[in-house]
């Protein structure tokens, strides 16, 4: 039986969209069958097997898109095995002390589910995909912390995605 395996994201600029397609495009070299769609998509999670919930972390929490299908589906999602991924700015210095941080960034997740496996990653900032208020307060941050980039680590994101078929598809 081939698994099916829902990856489902909360984006706000298109960069963690984008992290779930690379989870997505592993996952299927691995014989899953994946549905790769944003959260606020999903009705019904009975056809899959396995969940992977990528979400974007704006000031230091998972949106709130993210959170509502987390406590929507917490019965299905502790009740098979379903994944976690983050995609965040406190990551594009690589130092433990942000690890940790971004790890506590999406701990009001991992109190709804308990996820079989936890990937924290870069994320980028385009200007040009901000919404008006945020791009006002990015073109005034003189801290560079709003700098545009891509910090995303593209060979990190697809190690943890090649660890999650032995968590997500253990019979395969």
């Known amino acids: 039986m081939t698994e099916r395996v829902l990856v489902a994201y909360a984006t706000k600029c298109g960069s963690t969209a984008e992290v779930a397609q690379a989870v997505g495009r592993v996952l299927t070299e691995a014989g899953a069958e994946v549905t790769l769609a944003p959260v606020q998509k999903i009705k019904d999670l009975s056809p899959y097997t396995a969940v992977v919930l990528g979400t974007c972390i704006r000031m230091g929490k ?25 995609v965040g700015l ?22 709804i589910f308990k996820p079989v496996s936890l990937g924290v990653f870069a994320g980028k900032v385009d200007h040009s995909k901000l919404g008006l208020p945020m791009r006002i307060v990015a073109q005034r941050d003189d801290t560079g912390a709003l700098a545009e980039g891509d910090w995303r680590d593209w060979e990190s994101i697809e190690d943890w995605a090649r660890g999650l078929p032995a968590v997500l598809m253990p019979d395969s």
């Open 62 to 86: 998972p949106v709130r898109e993210a959170l509502r299908f987390a406590r929507r589906f917490q019965g299905v999602l502790n009740e098979r095995p379903s994944a976690l991924f983050s």
């Open 90 to 111: 406190s990551l594009r210095e690589k130092t433990p002390e942000n690890n940790q941080l971004a790890v506590e960034y999406v701990q009001p997740l991992r109190e």
